[in-house]
């Protein structure tokens, strides 16, 4: 998962594994999918993790 922190776009590297993303304050899912690149100029700033079964947990930072 890269950049972090992160501002506009974000690469998560799971081979086409699924990945959830969620708030980690609020705990609610973001977005959930299987590509590569994700766009998040419309994303609020905060702490974001990334959920890949099987994988660790990874955490980033959206900055404005």
Known sequence: VFP???SDHLVVDAAGEPWEIFHVASGQTQL????RHIDLSNWS???YAVRVPGHP???FVIVR
């Open 32 to 35: 959930t999918g299987t590509h």
């Open 57 to 59: 947990l990874h955490r």
């Open 4 to 6: 972090n922190p992160a």
């Open 45 to 47: 700033a905060g702490v």
